[in-house]
């Protein structure tokens, strides 16, 4: 069944997509790898699963899983970025590490450790075209992605907002002496990020219906390699990176085994950066504007 | 000594050696965020070489810390043609798939993990971190050191002055992957079991965290870093479950006074010249 297998790829690559989306643009606009996403992603998954568990109506609980994401990114603004702006770009990863280690703790304090069943209202909705089976949620949260990012590249070429921006990505200092409010507009780009890993948190919870203190980490290493495959600081490299590594991962377990995926997927990675550091989707582009 | 008392020792002794390990690449400007690979390749090689062919554990300790240096040397090349963020993420692909070979190689017990028939006690591991203190202590205080702190603070500059920068970068990675190769194998003979599993992404970042904690711009901040961190879970142990939760409001909160970690050169040499102000005036006094 290898279409079955592709079909199952390009949905994992979705929720990829979000989390690589998240960690390109902190990269892209502030140069800085913003450790705190995975537990972002997972927050939301976990406050999903708690939500609906309270019952919650769905609609309210998924909009309330993914408003507490974004706040959460807010506040690691507060105190990384914030206060090292003009320091080595390795140094604000700590604070954002420290941010990841408290989110999961906190987590654990709650609720414990153990895998949570997520009980979805969606979840036996299939369509079947022939002898496949696509999940609707899933195929749904694709769609969003992807319309997402369009609409993310739309706010970052044609608004103000967005030209504001590029410019810090291009130089922050220039931008600020040119009269852009850095400190205003370096919390929206946490906030959006914020929200790009809260959806795809959200997401995984439903479609895979399972949620635990740690399942940020693994999604968010992929992710990394997805925006890096792609091309770092381009929304669009984030896609193609992030479907080509739920592909990737879902045939290698197809044709070798379980054991094989993080050799076949991080060997991708290690080639790409030794041959095209700049990723698939072309450097003078990335160069030149950036986004 | 207690046994609860020699464990923390023993860790900590280790986590002395993997934050060299981690401090060299970084005192020429890269972060290697695969040091989890070379503490393995350390421990298979030194536990593969005692058990299989009867080398004695010290030998077989620093011969697998030369294996781990060799291979970083040869890995430096392709991987040193990237810079900065690419260059950490290069690193952390490279311990992805070194870990990823560790969990699929079954001539050393694949996922089951390994065993190590020798042991080395906790006195022999405190002999070594000695060692590799001094070394990069004394490494610190000589021209390569200097050299190394110029290419950090200015690629181009140092180029200028007739430094040979990919040569130094080169080296400083490869001295970083020789400690932690070096203390992967301590980790190996002390443990007497190696599990592929320890060898993860997380177990890297653990290291760098401690160590920028720390501060990179002194041969101190390293070791204050990891006792830092080795010791402040265990001192809140008392809180029981909240203990790391705690711990990482400690990260954030003192990051954000001491970006440049708890130790920092101006630190230090403002801390001489006080000594040395109170000497002159005693001479002078007196």
């Known amino acids: ?19 690589a989306v998240a960690f390109t643009l902190t990269i892209g606009i502030l140069n800085f790898l913003n450790f705190s996403i995975p537990g972002i992603f997972m927050l939301s998954g976990v ?10 109506h769905w609609a309210l609980a998924l909009a309330g899983a993914i408003a507490i994401g974004a706040a959460a990114s807010f506040v690691v603004e507060r105190f990384t970025y914030r206060w090292m702006r003009s320091s080595d770009h390795y140094v604000p990863l700590v604070s954002s590490m420290g941010f990841l280690i408290l989110f999961e703790n906190l987590v654990l304090v709650q609720w414990g450790s153990d895998l949570q069943r997520v009980v979805t209202p969606f979840a036996d909705l299939n369509i079947r075209p022939g002898s496949l089976v696509i999940s609707i949620p899933q195929l749904v949260s694709l769609v969003l992605a992807v319309c997402l990012v369009a609409g993310l590249q739309q706010l970052l070429q044609r608004t103000q907002m967005g030209r504001a921006l590029r410019a ?24 959006i990020g914020g929200l790009f890993a809260a959806l795809g948190g959200m997401l995984f919870a439903l479609n895979y219906q399972q949620v635990h203190p740690f399942m940020g980490e693994e999604v ?20 193609l990176g992030g479907l080509l590594i739920g592909i990737v991962e879902v045939l290698s377990i197809h ?11 991080y060997g991708l990675l290690l080639l790409i950066l030794f041959f095209k550091p700049t990723g698939l989707l072309g450097a003078s582009k990335i160069v030149r504007e950036k986004f | 000594m207690s046994g609860y008392v020699e464990g923390i020792l023993v860790i900590l002794l280790l986590n002395v050696i993997f934050a060299y390990a981690v401090y060299w690449p970084l005192a020429a400007g890269q972060l290697n965020l695969g040091v989890a ?34 291979l970083a040397l040869v890995i430096a090349v392709p991987v040193l043609r990237t810079k900065g963020i690419y260059l950490a993420l290069a690193t952390f692909a490279f311990g992805q798939v070194l870990q990823s ?6 001539i050393v017990g694949g996922a089951a993990g390994y065993p190590v028939i020798s042991y080395i006690g906790v006195g022999g591991i405190a002999v070594c971190t000695a060692a590799v203190f001094l070394i990069t202590a004394f490494l610190d205080r000589t021209r390569f050191g200097l050299n190394m702190v110029a290419v950090h603070d200015d690629e181009a500059v140092s180029d200028l002055f007739g430094i040979n920068v990919r040569a130094y970068q080169a080296l400083a990675f490869a001295l970083g992957a020789g400690f932690a190769g070096f203390g992967g194998a301590l980790y190996g003979h002390h443990f007497s079991y190696i599990e592929p599993q320890n060898y993860s ?13 720390g501060g990179t711009q002194t041969v101190v901040g390293p070791l204050v870093g990891a006792a830092f961190f080795t010791l402040l879970p265990e001192v809140l142990r008392g809180s029981e479950e909240w203990r790391y939760a705690i711990f990482a409001v400690c990260i954030i909160v003192i990051m954000i006074p001491r970006p440049q970690g708890l130790i920092t050169s101006d630190q230090l040499s403002a801390l001489r010249q006080f000594l040395v102000r109170d000497r002159l005036r005693e001479e002078r006094h007196g």
């Open chain 1, 1 to 19: 069944m290898l279409e079955q297998q592709l079909i199952n790829g390009l949905m994992l690559g979705g929720i990829y997509v979000l989390v």
């Open chain 2, 201 to 213: 992404i997380l177990f890297s970042i653990s290291i760098v965290l401690f160590v920028l904690l």
């Open chain 2, 101 to 106: 070979l560790f969990l699929n190689l079954e």
């Open chain 1, 168 to 191: 810090i990505a291009e130089n922050a200092t220039t931008a600020e002496i040119l009269g852009i409010g850095v400190v205003s507009l370096v919390p929206a780009v946490f906030v």
């Open chain 1, 255 to 265: 044709f070798l085994n379980a054991d094989f995926v993080d050799f076949t997927v």
């Open chain 1, 47 to 56: 406050f999903t699963w708690f939500l609906l568990k309270s019952g919650v």
């Open chain 1, 220 to 239: 968010a290493l992929k992710g990394i390699s997805a925006m890096v495959i792609g091309g770092m600081g381009n929304v669009w490299g984030s896609v």
């Open chain 2, 37 to 70: 690979g070379f503490v393995g390749i350390g421990a298979y090689v030194s536990a593969y070489a005692s058990n299989e062919f009867g080398i004695p554990p010290y030998i077989a300790c620093v011969g697998a810390g030369f294996v781990a240096f060799a």
